[in-house]
């Protein structure tokens, strides 16, 4: 680290050096290390593995947030000296990369994906991953990530696709993974099955039609509506309620599909709401998943009327090619034509869209891959019911249970080429074999069929959340028994987004106890979304989306973590805003000038104390308080309130330290000899601690002041760390490492002391706030008597705070009275501070001109507002608006009288 610290601050020169400077050193690694010599497995470890990001992914807020969030946790428990490993890595992210490298080459190329063909798509894709991938993975850098990078892995490299063969086949071989016909959510613009939180559902207006339901050899007709016209040519059966009287008598006729005249039953169901609509329900299993389930009821046929670009298929009849949309139109005017349509009317409807593109998802019947999830669900809520796995914020907890009570059984199978191809082959005569790998396919094939045969792999692809779900455990080696997985397997913490506990969290813990015995971690810690500053969600459409490298290359990177971290309460949402970042990057260069000043103290300190010296008042003040930041700062952390640790630490650092003891010590400091070493001592251990608890929340700044803090100490030679909060006087090599300073236990004297300050403060206080009032100027030095009463140790005594109040509130030290029972000046200005009486001779020091002009003016504005209020009060408003309101003015009115009569005796004091 260099010797000199440069007068300003330059974050960009700055945070790259001091990242490689770790990287190069091996601090991101584990304290204690499986691959080294000297492992110890009995030290317990503290592992985070990194939610995934798409490997073709840009750096957003969200990734900025749990990035620092996650980062912050691994910096404090390796300065505990606990092994602290964070796994990184990215996920194949099967639909988002495919999409962008089919983009890529229609637009290059002009050619699609089916014309390149599978092998050489891939391929392709393979390459952009090359290029492309590693940009996501810098970007997390360039946020401070002190992940172990040697330990980097990808959802789709070879270790990670053994796992995911492995866990399909011994899901296969349980029974819990089928395939077969099914009701699935189609999306036929990506031509692939998407899972249910996939869809997202939003209010939109739409159209609901009514049409006759002909009862074959009949005139009578059902009426029946419909907010998807197009399925009719789908439907099976029309259902009523068993008890509607209007429809009874038609329990069990014929009713004819309108423009095929299929017959299909009338059958009844207590699932129809009378109330609705108009009573009747046209059934289509094929489309519609409550219509799925009266179906299974009933046995009905399922028939699927859409092909997988959502055109209507051969079952259409005369319908036969056209597009969804395109089929509805043509269909309901041939049906209005025909005279089989009632009428029209425009609704608000629910309607299921696509997380990518937006665009409305079809319900379809398709032949895909599950899981049978509920007997791996219900060992995941035994897991958090019994307290293996804790959520934070508890609250979640009911959340996750309700979803997991409520499974549906998983669709695994994607129709994509980028991802995990499933792990089964098909031989010619239909015989299918599920294996690890091809050849152990082709053995199992021919020991079933007794011959040599050709197996063809299955086409679909696995979700991305299936590679997902195993990712604690995959990522140290499973299947194998690695020496990482018996080490650092079960995690400690899961730190993601509360948007992904379904996606993502409750899929792991099933993994993870499914193959493994055990959960994959023994806490969840859920934060919430980064909205702007007035809590709306981040879109390009109402252009509030901010960039974080944007705002890291203005402001830099610790004043955007400083500022995500101290604005978050777990499972809440954060609202950003710029300016709140640039107040945070100010809070950066505070540190800085502080650092530079204990510098300067330390190069002039005295070599050694000469003698024992008790501490100032303003000593033990500031030491009690640091006392009590650093006690609460653990007792925060292990509660997961890093926001309010950093506050804290934030407030103590710049309000008390800075703005308070600084100013104090500067006093201490001129009386040279025992006393100035003293204070530079202590300054010095005041800062080391203050930047040790800020390091997980601003690792650059500090890693950069604690270097040169260290090696101006060093270069001083007496002065070294607080043993009583390290337990150790050596200097660390860098603060990465250094020890996360232990709570103290108090001796007794802290409380007394703490509001002994607390006086002090509050007269200073009164005296600044008097003379800003008065418009005194600042240089102008105020004579001043004052009577502390039982306080008056405070300011006498041999560690008293007189010459520290008189610098502190200006006032003239040689003229200063300190005196119990002292009598008011005849030209002073009485102040009252808490027990303590403060007298301020003002003479000469106040344009009583000026003075007598600005409290009139105030008086006249005081006068205005309380008549206006009265007569407010006074008016119909007094007796009819609510009594809170009225409550508040009343309020109002009390403070407007309370300052009229201030300001009047402040003119008459003027004489």
Not at 15 to 39: C, L, T, V
Not at 210 to 224: A, E, H
Not at 329 to 335: H, N, P, T, Y
Not at 363 to 386: G, H, N, R
Request: glycine share 8%.
């Amino acid at each position: 680290m260099a010797a000199q610290l440069p007068k300003t601050y330059d974050f960009k020169s700055t945070e790259e050096r001091i990242y490689a400077w770790w990287e190069e050193r091996g601090y991101f690694q584990p304290s204690n290390d499986p691959r080294k010599p000297n492992f110890d497995p009995t030290k317990k470890p503290f592992v985070i593995s990194i939610p995934p990001p798409n490997v073709t992914g840009e750096l957003h807020l969200g990734h900025a947030l749990f990035v620092a969030m996650e980062d912050l946790m691994i910096r404090y428990h390796r300065m505990k000296g606990v092994p602290a490993l964070w796994v990184p890595g990215t996920d194949h992210a099967g639909i988002a990369t495919q999409l962008k490298v089919e983009e890529s080459i229609l637009r290059t190329e002009e050619v699609t994906r089916e014309e390149l063909g599978r092998e050489e798509f891939l391929k392709r894709t393979w390459a952009w991953k090359e290029k492309y991938g590693s940009l996501i993975t810098q970007q997390i850098r360039r946020l401070g990530a002190s992940c172990d990078w040697s330990r980097e892995r990808f959802t789709l490299d070879e270790g990670l696709s053994v796992a995911v063969r492995e866990a399909f086949v011994r899901l296969y071989e349980k029974g819990l993974i089928y395939r077969g016909p099914r009701l699935i959510n189609w999306s036929p613009g990506l031509r692939t099955a998407v899972s249910d939180l996939e869809v997202e559902y939003s209010e939109e207006e739409g159209t609901l039609y009514y049409f006759k339901y002909r009862i074959k050899g009949t005139d009578d007709f059902i009426p029946v509506a419909t907010t998807r016209p197009e399925t009719i040519l789908a439907d099976t059966a029309v259902a009523v309620h068993p008890d509607d009287e209007r429809y009874q008598k038609f329990i069990g006729a014929t009713a004819l599909v309108p423009m095929l005249d299929r017959e299909i039953p009338v059958i009844a169901d207590d699932y129809v709401d009378r109330e609705f609509g108009t009573g009747a329900l046209k059934i289509t299993p094929g489309h519609d998943p409550n219509d799925y389930a009266i179906g299974q009821r009933h046995n009905l046929a399922v028939l699927s009327v859409l092909d997988e670009a959502a055109h209507v298929n051969a079952s259409g009849g005369a319908y036969a090619g056209l597009e969804r949309f395109a089929a509805r139109e043509k269909l309901w005017a041939d049906m209005q034509k025909a005279g089989l349509t009632l009428k029209t009317e425009k609704r608000m409807q629910r309607v299921p869209r696509s997380q990518r593109g937006g665009e409305i998802i079809e319900p379809m019947i398709s032949t895909q891959w599950f899981v049978t999830i509920k007997p791996l669900a219900d060992e995941a809520l035994k897991a958090v019911d019994d307290g293996r796995v804790q959520i934070v914020p508890e609250h979640f907890t009911k959340v996750y249970r309700n979803w997991l009570e409520n499974i549906q059984d998983w669709c695994i199978s994607r129709q994509l080429w980028w991802g995990h191809r499933i792990p089964v082959w098909y031989a010619p005569d239909g015989s299918m074999f599920c294996a690890r790998t091809e050849e152990d396919a082709y053995a199992a094939a021919r020991a079933k069929l007794g011959a040599e045969v050709t197996l063809t792999q299955d086409e679909d692809v696995l979700d991305t959340w299936f590679s997902s779900g195993l990712w604690p455990f995959s990522t140290l080696g499973w299947p194998e028994k690695t020496a990482d997985l018996e080490y650092f397997y079960p995690t400690a913490v899961l730190e993601t987004g509360y948007d992904i506990l379904f996606f993502w969290v409750a899929r792991m813990i099933m993994m993870g106890i499914e193959f493994t015995g055990e959960a994959p971690f023994h806490t969840v810690y859920l934060h919430g979304l980064v909205r702007d500053e007035q809590g709306r969600k981040m879109s390009k459409t109402l252009g509030n989306v901010i960039d974080p490298l944007e705002v890291m290359n203005e402001f830099g990177t610790d004043a955007l973590r400083f500022t995500l971290l101290v604005g978050s309460t777990p499972g809440q949402d954060i609202n950003l805003s710029l300016e709140k970042v640039g107040a945070n990057r100010n809070f950066a260069n505070k540190l800085w000038n502080a650092t530079r000043f204990v510098m300067g103290v330390l190069e002039t300190a005295p070599a050694k104390q000469q003698a024992e010296l008790d501490w100032t008042f303003a000593d033990g003040w500031v030491w009690a308080r640091m006392k009590q930041v650093i006690a609460n700062c653990e007792r925060l952390f292990e509660s997961y309130q890093y926001g309010e640790a950093g506050r804290q630490v934030y407030e103590f650092f710049w309000s008390e330290f800075a703005d308070w003891y600084i100013e104090i010590a500067k006093l201490q400091l001129q009386q040279g000899g025992d006393r100035a070493y003293k204070t530079a001592d202590l300054l010095a251990r005041i800062l080391d601690i203050c930047l040790r608890l800020l390091h997980p929340f601003t690792p650059f700044v500090t890693e950069e002041l604690w270097g040169h803090l260290r090696s101006a100490a060093v270069a001083q030679g007496s002065i070294i760390p607080e043993s009583a909060a390290f337990g150790s006087t050596e200097w660390p090599e860098a603060l990465i490492v250094a020890q996360w300073p232990q709570p103290l236990p108090d001796v007794g004297w802290e409380p007394g002391i703490l509001a002994e300050f607390a006086i002090f403060q509050d007269v200073v206080r009164s005296i600044r706030n008097l003379r800003a009032e008065k418009g005194v100027k600042p240089g102008q030095k105020l004579a001043a008597t004052v009577d502390a009463g039982p306080y008056h140790e405070i300011f006498t005594g041999d560690q008293g705070a007189q010459h520290a109040l008189a610098a502190l509130s200006g006032l003239d030290v040689e003229t200063l009275v300190v005196a119990k029972g002292a009598e008011r000046p005849a030209d002073a200005v009485a102040l009252v501070a808490g027990p303590v009486q403060v007298y301020l001779s003002l003479a000469g020091a106040v344009d009583a001109a000026a003075e007598r002009a600005r409290l009139e003016k105030e008086l006249a504005d005081a006068r205005g507002q309380h008549a206006r209020v009265e007569a407010l009060l006074a008016s119909d408003f007094g007796k009819k608006a609510p009594p809170p309101v009225v409550e508040k003015e009343r309020a109002r009115l009390a403070g407007f009288a309370q300052a009229i009569e201030r300001l009047e005796e402040q003119i008459k004091a003027l004489g």
